[in-house]
């Protein structure tokens, strides 16, 4: 029997960072001691308290269906989370989903049709290209590569390539995979082109707890942006949760009305007793707080060993990668790389801006040293 896939699935490609990991372990089976600076996950526990609240939930039977846009105490913590970032939802507003990847599957599902043209900001997270894909849309994609990826600086390239043809712009700030936090002045020219083209504008906001020395702004908390704006946001990144699978976002009514169809029809709900640890994890200050110190030191010794080794990056305000530029050949880079130093990265053009390997800092600062190290010594820097 010969299957026929769909042109939607077929055309994507699989995930870059997850086949650089699977190298990365392949070569570990072998007895390799690979520096793993290419995964985009908290090197961090779960904090306990979190922990403590997933198995008390468990303990009490929280292990059932749950409504499916996600129990209404945890909707209700995350509108109040939002409104104290100045998002003003009411827990009807908002779905629970099993990380905020799902959340951002179903928005696109529901909002992409066949030939709808979707606008990313390069570099972009791997997913966003793939979802769209698989939802039948086309992309138009805006370099920030030339800007030190900041946006305001591109605001005129931006300009030029939304149009009233274009359905939606996905803003992710902080950003994967270069760290850049959007100023308020971009985020404004962000909002009146999307007024002008009246374009949908979903925020990726999961690195939002993890920015040093600046606060990244919401985009929905802009005049014009709250009914045209759908907030994304998780658990995975701010408190070390990646495979409890908790995420969430929050929009307008009906949008939640018809992407909570493609919900309740694909994952039912998010698991019961991670809920439940969820409202601990949204309680939990002091852990996040020392995550983000640890995350900044981290930045500030790569940034700084790179210097030492004379390359000029970008030094990120917020989540935890920096882009370090390498050859044209990005991707035969980042295999000799893995190959040579047993250094693994991702390359640039996996987000769509070749010529860089993206490194996360998500990794002790013994272990970055070790890396840059290797790295320089095998001629890579
Ligand atoms: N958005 C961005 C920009 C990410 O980097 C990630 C994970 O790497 C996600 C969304 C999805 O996060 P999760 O599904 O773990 O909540």
């Known amino acids: 029997m010969t299957m026929e896939f769909t042109d939607r699935v077929s055309r994507v490609e699989p995930s870059a960072t997850l086949a650089i990991s699977a190298l990365a372990t392949e070569l570990e089976a072998e007895g390799a001691d690979v520096v793993d600076l290419s995964v985009g996950e908290p090197d961090f526990p779960t904090p306990e308290n979190i922990v403590g609240a997933g198995k008390d939930a468990m303990d009490a039977g929280h292990t059932g269906y749950t409504t499916s846009a996600g129990i209404l105490e ?55 290209e793939a979802m769209v894909k698989m939802a039948g849309g086309d992309l138009t994609r805006i370099d920030l590569s030339a800007h030190e990826f900041q946006l305001e600086p591109a605001l005129d390239d931006l300009a030029t390539a939304v149009s009233d043809e274009t ?3 996905i803003v992710n700030s902080p950003s994967n995979p270069t760290g850049a936090v959007y ?21 990726d906001e999961i690195y939002k707890e993890i920015a040093y020395g600046v606060e990244p ?11 045209r704006t759908i907030t994304v946001n998780g658990f995975s990144k701010a408190y070390s949760m990646t495979g409890w699978r908790l995420g969430y976002f929050a929009g307008p009514e009906e949008l939640i009305d018809q992407a909570g169809k493609l919900h309740s029809h694909s994952v039912s709900s998010a698991v019961n ?24 030191q981290r930045r500030d010794l790569v940034a700084d060993l790179l210097d030492d080794h004379g390359v000029d990056v970008a030094v990120p305000e917020g ?8 050859d044209d050949d990005d991707q035969a880079w980042c295999e000799g790389a893995i190959e040579d130093a047993h250094v693994a990265t991702v390359p640039g053009s996996a987000f769509g801006t070749p010529g860089y390997a993206r490194i996360s800092y998500a990794a002790s600062e013994e272990r970055l040293e070790e890396g840059i190290e290797r790295l320089a010594e095998e001629g890579y820097l």
């Open 183 to 203: 100023s308020d002045a971009a985020l404004e020219g962000v909002r009146d082109l999307a007024v002008e083209h009246d374009i949908t504008v979903i925020s």
């Open 74 to 128: 945890l909707r209700e913590a995350i509108a109040d989370k939002l409104a104290d970032d100045g998002l003003d939802h009411t827990a009807d507003e908002i779905i629970v989903t099993p990380g905020a990847k799902q959340a951002l599957y179903e928005i696109v599902q529901a909002l992409v049709e066949d030939g709808d043209e979707v606008a990313l900001l390069d570099p972009a997270w791997v997913s966003y």
């Open 167 to 169: 359905e939606l712009l």
């Open 217 to 227: 702004t919401s985009l929905g908390t802009l005049e014009g942006m709250a009914d």
């Open 319 to 326: 989540a935890f990668y920096i882009m370090v530029p390498v």
């Open 273 to 296: 007793f991670v809920q439940h640890a969820g409202l601990e994890a949204l309680e939990t200050e002091d852990a996040v707080t020392e995550m983000v110190e640890a995350f900044e």
